[in-house]
């Protein structure tokens, strides 16, 4: 079983940076993808950024230039460093990742586990 740990979320003026950290614990794991995503009061959740294994990233347009995703393999951590936040970043975030998992009879199976979310409230 994988557990992910979320932390940094909080209340930011406009203008102001955060940055989160999702923490990957638990069995053995081999992370292939970690993404960023959020969710705003009455929409729907929507993907920020992903970062794979090789350490590619793809981001949202509306966080391009501002947000920034990066990852400590070794360790199974990712972090969204953001910048300029606005108002419209103001949402639920939640991790996600994605890998396989050694179970106890030596088998590797994939799995897909979510965070409990980090809430980030920007003030205009």
């Known amino acids: 079983q994988v557990q992910l740990v979320e932390s940094g979320g909080d209340l930011v003026q406009a203008g102001g ?7 990957a614990s638990g069995s053995t794991i081999s992370v292939t993808s970690m993404g960023w995503y959020r969710q705003a009061p009455g929409k729907q959740r929507e993907l920020v950024a ?18 920034t995703a990066s990852r400590d393999n070794a360790n199974s951590v990712m972090y969204l460093q953001m910048n300029n936040l606005n108002d419209e970043d103001t949402a639920v975030y939640y991790c996600n990742v994605e890998g396989f998992v050694l179970s106890s009879g030596g088998s590797w199976s994939p799995f897909g586990s979510w965070g409990q979310g980090t809430q980030i409230t920007v003030s205009s």
């Open 17 to 23: 940076s955060l940055r989160l950290s999702c923490a």
């Open 50 to 67: 992903s970062i794979t294994s090789s350490g590619s990233t793809n981001y949202a347009h509306f966080v391009k230039g501002r947000f």
